[in-house]
């Protein structure tokens, strides 16, 4: 064990050398995730054209519309049923919402009508205005739930719009799917940049394994698990760091409202794997620069079909097979799963498959230094 924190210790060294090195291997990822947040604050936010036919003429529903006109992400335009399909079609309108007949009935009944969504650009334009519709209705619901008769449900409806909750509520309300969409997708960039940056600090200490600096920690007996667990700590140490940055930007900046906990434990599992994948490339390199086509030949890839770049759900069946012999995609559901407010133990076939991909690269990778007699013939 001695040993192993030797490499540890001679590791920092190396990586500390030079303050480029500290941003090239320690702060490049965490910037990946800044660089894309700001990237999402200049961009400017998509103001949405939407039909509206009215077929209820209750209250509930025109105060549903100037709830959807208050959030400033929707203009909504009266239009006929029959001028829908032009309209969507030409683009003059993204979706048009139809609010049945007796919808304030369904309301008061308990019973709330479905509010249909027409639209050409498929579910993930609409997603928006159903969370907001979705939300609206659940509060109203809320009061039907504890209204015993209408007069009372209407009382309590009064004064929840006279204290301004409602309109608030429209004003305020945070889009909860753009930010987990946001969060999806910058953590698949942030696992690029991870898996780049921990194989690139293996790749630095091979180089350096040139040097006097490394002969002299040789004069001991390393074995290669020693030697494996030397670069494992190191990296995860780095990790760690890393996803503790990351989560302060969940935390403060995005202000995700999730179980961090959960997120830790899921990430760390997958930095094993990218470790043990790291020293598995170096493993099988016969050249430093050698390192550097396996990585790019791995890396981009496997983040491709792990769904990194785009969702799985969107691809056909054969990909989403083989996206299942990713790591990535097991990172990616995780995520999912978490920002779905899921209990841990849905985490766990997840972390499971993860300590498998760790357990068999590293094992791979022991094997193959054991061959090699000395961890010199690979350097």
């Known amino acids: 064990m001695r040993n192993s924190f030797l490499i540890v210790k001679n590791n920092f060294k190396i990586i500390f050398k030079k303050k480029s090195s500290i941003f090239t291997y320690i702060l490049l990822p965490i910037f990946s995730l800044l660089f894309l947040l700001f990237i999402q604050f200049l961009s400017k936010t998509e103001v949405y054209n939407i039909g509206v036919i009215n077929n209820d003429s209750g209250i509930l529903s025109k105060d549903m519309i100037s709830y959807l006109e208050n959030t400033k992400k929707f ?4 239009i006929k049923e029959s001028e829908v399909k032009d309209k969507v079609t030409e683009g003059e309108i993204s979706y ?10 369904s309301i008061l ?3 709330p009508k479905n509010i249909e969504i027409l639209t050409i650009k498929g579910q993930d334009a609409t997603v928006w205005i159903e969370n907001y519709i979705n939300m609206y209705i659940e509060n109203l619901k809320i009061i039907s739930d504890v209204s015993k008769n209408s007069k009372e449900f209407y009382d309590i409806y009064e004064g929840y719009k ?3 909750r409602l309109s608030l509520e429209g004003r305020t309300t945070e889009d909860i799917t753009a930010k987990k969409d946001f969060t999806t997708s910058a953590m698949g960039i942030f696992i690029i940049f991870l898996m780049y940056t921990s194989i690139n600090i293996s790749k630095l200490i091979i180089k350096e394994k040139r040097d006097k600096t490394y002969y002299r920690i040789c004069v001991s007996p390393i074995s290669s698990k020693q030697y494996v667990l030397g670069n494992v700590i190191t990296n995860l140490l780095i990790i760690g760091f890393q996803l503790f940055v990351v989560i302060l930007i969940l935390m403060k900046i995005i202000k995700i409202n999730t179980n961090y906990l959960n997120f830790f434990i899921l990430m760390m599992t997958f930095g094993t794997v990218v470790v043990s994948l790291g020293v598995l490339i170096i493993s099988f390199a016969n050249s430093s620069m050698s390192i550097g086509g396996i990585t790019n030949f791995i890396v981009v890839p496997s983040c491709m079909l792990g769904g990194c770049f785009w969702p799985i759900s969107s691809r056909g069946e054969i990909l989403k097979k083989i996206s299942f012999l990713m790591p990535q995609s097991y990172v990616i559901d995780g995520i999912e799963k978490i920002q779905s407010n899921l209990h ?7 972390i499971v498959m993860l300590i498998l991909f760790t357990l068999a690269f590293l094992s791979i990778a022991t094997y193959k230094m054991k061959i090699n007699k000395s961890i010199g013939e690979f350097v």
């Open 96 to 105: 048009a919402i139809i609010i049945p007949e007796d919808f304030e009935n």
């Open 109 to 111: 009944k308990n019973q």
């Open 162 to 164: 006279f204290n301004g």
């Open 344 to 350: 841990f133990k849905a985490l766990i076939p997840n």
């Open 75 to 78: 203009t909504l335009l009266n």
